[in-house]
Every structure is written in C-alpha cells, then in structure tokens.
C-alpha cells in the first residue's frame, strides 16, 4: 500500500465535505432536512467515508443508486436513512426489509411487484414515490392528458398493502441551467410536483412525511422548492460554479509524480500517433496517471496538469497507464516531484469544460487502481486502495 502512494493517489479532504455540509445546512435552515446523495461510490470519494461523515455531522437521509451499494453501507455501519434511488429487482426485497432500507417506486408495475413480494415475507418495504414531472427518465408520468392516471397510480401506491410510502419525489432537469427558458420549465416541473402531492394527498388521506426535489442546482437557486428535505450531490463536493458562489471547498485533490524525465531534439514525435511534435529541445516528463486511472482521452493535447512551478501542458496522447507533460522551462520539477491533475490548485471545473464533460464525470473516473488518501483535521486518518490481494 505504502508503495503504490506516491504514484497517482486521491486525496479526500473530509474537513472540505463537513465545511460544505455546515453551509449547506445553514442556508437551508433547521426544519430542512438534508439529504447527502452518495452513489457511485459518493462521486468517487468514498461511499462509506463520506456516509460515517454525514451521519456525525447529523444529516437526515443518504441515497445511492442501487441494492448493493445501500447494503455496502449496512453492513459498514451507516445506520441512518437510506433511499435508493434506481432499479433494484424485486428478488431484493426482503433484504431491503431486513437492512430497512428505503426503495424508490418508479411505476405501477414496480409497485405492484414489491407490494406482492413484501406481502409475501410477511414485512412492510419503506418506498419514496417518484414523480416524472419533465426529467423523462424514472418516475409516474403526470404531465398533461397524464395527470389522472399518474396520480391514480399513485395513490393505489399509497394504499398498497406490504408498502409504507413515507416520502415523495422528483427530478429536475435544467435546475443548474441559467436563463429564462430553464427558469420556466424548472417552475413548471415544480408547480406540477406540488399539484399532483395536493390531489393524491386530498384523494386518499394520506400525508407523505418526507416530500423533496431540490438537487444542486435548486439547492443553490430555488429556496422555495426545498419542501421537507433537500437532496444535492455535486454541491456537497464542493464543485461546480455554484460551490464556488457559496465559499464550498473542492474535497478531492488528484495527485500523481514525474517518473521519469527524458530531453528530446526538435521535430520529436511524442507518444501514440506522434500527435505532437517538438519545435525545439524539449525536456518532457512521463506521469503515472492514464486513462486506466480515469484519465479522460479527449483531453490529449488539450490541457495543463500543475507543478510546483505553474501548469504544464500535456504533450501527446494520453496513454493507459502513462500521459506526459512538457517541462522545459521549469527546471526545479524533477523526478518525484508532485504534480496536481485537479484540486485546489488546477480546477476541476475548467479541466472538466476542457474535455466538454462535467466535473461529476471527472471524479466518478478515477478508477480503484487510485489510492483514496483521507485527512481528517488536517491529518491522514485512512488509506484506502480498491484492489484485492
Ligand atoms: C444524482 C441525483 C441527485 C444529485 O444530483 P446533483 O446534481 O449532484 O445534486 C439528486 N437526485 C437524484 C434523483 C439523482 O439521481
């Protein structure tokens, strides 16, 4: 373990996520509750780190995205909430019972499955009713000519025997886009939302407890859509311009060290398909960091990584295991020398808009080959490296 650090390594900063978590919370005030969004391995930083995280600092629910990764966080004593948000097969149900786990309900179908499967083990499965409001993707269709039976579907799901429909939700699509037109269909998706909470609460008598659908971009701009509980990922993370407008801190910083260091003359053709080739004497340095390490390809050529000396640009195409950067007129990087890819130095935002992607993208790459390197107060508290031996 010891020996794999100082190639490419990860480190997450918890103080950054409690710092983020503290200001989130005060904007949304007490009586909001918050619910800290962790698949995909929290975004790449550590399901498990960051949900022993939350749970101290006394947030209300977590979600994730699948069986697995909620059981992952059982069985590693994340006691609190937890929602999953996608698919799980209704084979699944009685160990959601068992680890009381929260599912979402997606469709008549998906309801009419895990009522009759709850009922069969004898146990009541905790559901969040999901919305489409305008994500068109998961959710009870309710716009327009499908208003009645979206929300008569609903509230049979309300009713359901073997199901306890504790909350309700949706998605929105363009809440972290600017501009009217977005601005629109966000208020559009919202008024929907309360619409058809109002008519299946007033149709059955049933009161949903926890009603949410701010993600980062409601959290940052939309006060009035918080409801019972908001749900942000991104903005816990600290990145992405909203992050920054409210003083959020970036919790990963993405590290590797000059391996080797090679001079080459001009009219020198560096790495597959000599894309790049020298105009003068040129000192070039190789890096252990690929896109086996979640190096994204299409930034070959296009970006800077950060030496002690100021940003280095990247020369040729990214290999699997290798990239390289040019060094020519920074003799002070030598071999061993640290070199940030992203962080608090080189912004993930502006590397993430380099490879036209965004920054959840960036983080939720870097693969189980990368070292997680936890600081806690200022201090190493955990090292943590995916792989089996
Ligand atoms: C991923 C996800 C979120 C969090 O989105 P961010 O943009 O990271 O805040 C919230 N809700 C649902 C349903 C999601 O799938």
Redesign the pocket.
């Known amino acids: 373990m010891e020996s794999t650090l100082r190639r490419t390594w990860a480190e997450i900063n918890l103080d950054a996520i409690a710092h983020n978590y503290k200001v989130i919370r005060q904007k949304i005030g007490s009586d909001v509750k918050f619910l800290g969004?962790v698949?995909a391995d929290a975004y790449g930083h550590g399901s498990i780190q960051v949900s022993k995280l939350l749970q101290n600092l006394g947030a209300n629910y977590l979600?994730v995205?699948s069986a697995d990764e909620a059981l992952e966080l059982r069985v590693n004593g994340i006691t609190m909430p937890i929602l999953i948000?996608g698919y799980t097969p209704k084979e699944q149900v009685p160990r959601l019972i068992e680890y009381d786990i929260t599912q979402a309900i997606t469709c008549k179908a998906k309801a009419d499955e895990y009522s009759a499967e709850a009922l069969r083990c004898g146990g009541t499965l905790k559901v969040h009713i999901k919305v489409d409001t305008g994500m068109s993707r998961l959710g009870y269709l309710c716009d327009n000519d499908d208003f009645e039976n979206g929300v008569k579907g609903i509230a049979e799901a309300c009713t359901m025997p073997g199901l306890n429909a504790e909350g309700i939700?949706t998605?929105f699509a363009v809440a972290?886009e600017f501009g009217e037109k977005a601005d629109n269909y966000t208020k559009h998706q919202f008024e929907l939302f309360t619409r058809v909470i109002k008519t299946v609460e007033d149709r059955v008598g049933h009161k949903f407890k926890i009603r949410h659908c701010a993600?980062?971009?409601a959290?940052a701009r939309f006060p009035e859509t918080y409801l019972d509980m908001v749900?942000?990922?991104?903005?816990l993370y600290g990145y992405g311009t909203f992050a920054k407008e409210l003083g959020l801190r970036p919790a990963m910083t993405l590290k590797t060290t000059v391996s080797t260091i090679k001079i080459y003359p001009a009219n020198t053709a560096i790495s597959y398909g000599g894309t790049y080739v020298t105009e003068d004497t040129t000192r070039i340095g190789v890096l252990p960091y690929g896109y086996a390490d979640g190096f994204l390809r299409s930034l070959s050529n296009k970006c800077s990584l950060y030496t002690k000396e100021g940003p280095a640009k990247l020369r040729g195409k990214i290999c699997m295991d290798m990239c390289m950067i040019e060094m020519t007129n920074m003799p002070t990087v030598d071999v061993g020398s640290e070199v940030e890819i992203f962080g608090e130095k080189n912004s993930i935002d502006d590397l993430a808009e380099c490879a036209g992607t965004i920054p959840?993208e960036l983080t939720c790459a870097v693969s189980k080959r990368v070292p997680r390197v936890y600081y806690q107060n200022g201090e190493v508290v955990e090292k943590e490296l995916m792989l089996r031996f």
């Open positions: 969004v698949k979600a995205s948000l939700f998605h972290d993600n980062t971009g959290t749900r942000p990922g991104l903005l959840y």
